[in-house]
């Protein structure tokens, strides 16, 4: 999850939500494909989140699973919760990209041995609230967070009212904001875009006009080669420090990002499996496809197409002897 946490969609450019009430198992009924965990089926189901990075990891994995090693790929929208209990049902085989989520981890891999842990993706996540450069600049002690209050008139918006805003992106993601507002007693309110689309759209209108604006926002991601931005140093984050939601008053952690599989998958995914757990990619390659899907606007297809093109040394790897 991104303690803060996110997830992209399978169709269009950004990742628009389609979303899941994200309440329960009766949720993921309509959503699993028919061949999820189904013994020697050459189908092979794939959670994508609703991030572009996440997409971006789903894409380049699915057209080589279906161009080089012949499996079909089906691919299931799910938020973040809900795509571990969907996992550990058998109603999707794998998640890609996960930015940590302990209490799923516990009871599904540690407990229950529904679920896999599948090994790293290649790249570190980490979540923060961040002002645009130009802002930062004229302010460079805006980057403090004991001085956000001193600006607070600045990040006004209609949404935050006689407050200053704090932009998150999606309802669905697992953040800490409102907590962090209150428990370090910040004039903010966090308001939400509704989705990581809306929210990069907000930002760039922010961008273009030069105005300044405080969002929750991580990397790895594109955006930042387009509206840079600078990062508001929260206190900083220790083991444990967010144990309880209701009192945390640290930053987020730097997250090295996992891949998470069906323990049945796990076991008898053939080739499938093997191919996904050697898949490690660098930041660079992830963001290189994450900009073609969302600024560029090419179908996830081409994009993974084009780097696997141009990165034949890297994924080959990635396949089973």
Known sequence: ????????????????????????????????????????????????????????????????????????????????????????????????????????????????????????????????????????????????????????KQFRTAESGGQGQLMDGSPSYVTNDKALVKNLGLDYKVVFAGSEAAQITQIKQFAKAKKPFLTYWYKPQWLFDKVPMTEVKLPEYKEGCDADPKKIKCGYPHTPLQKYFNTNFAKHGGKAAAFLKNFKWSQADQNEVSLDIADKKMSPEDAAKKWIKGHKSTWQSWLPK
Not at 41 to 54: D, I, N, R
Not at 81 to 89: C, G
Not at 123 to 142: E, L, N, R, S
């Open 1 to 152: 999850m991104r303690r803060s946490t996110r997830a992209v969609s399978t169709m269009t450019a950004v990742g628009a939500l389609l979303a899941l009430s994200g309440c329960g198992a009766a949720d993921m009924t309509k959503q699993a494909s028919p061949y999820a965990n189904a013994a020697g089926a050459k189908t092979v189901t794939l959670s994508v989140q609703s991030w572009v990075g996440a997409q971006a990891d789903v894409s380049v994995a699915e057209y080589l699973l279906t161009h080089e090693l012949g499996y079909r790929v089906d691919r299931v929208q799910i938020d973040e919760v809900p795509a571990w209990d969907a996992l550990s049902q058998g109603r999707v085989d794998a998640i890609m990209e996960d930015w940590g989520h302990p209490e799923q981890e516990q009871r599904y891999v540690k407990e229950k041995k529904t679920i896999t842990a599948g090994g790293g993706v290649g790249v570190t996540g980490h979540i923060g609230w961040y002002v645009p450069t130009y802002f930062a600049k004229k302010h460079p002690d805006i980057t403090n967070w004991k001085n956000l209050n001193k600006y607070a």
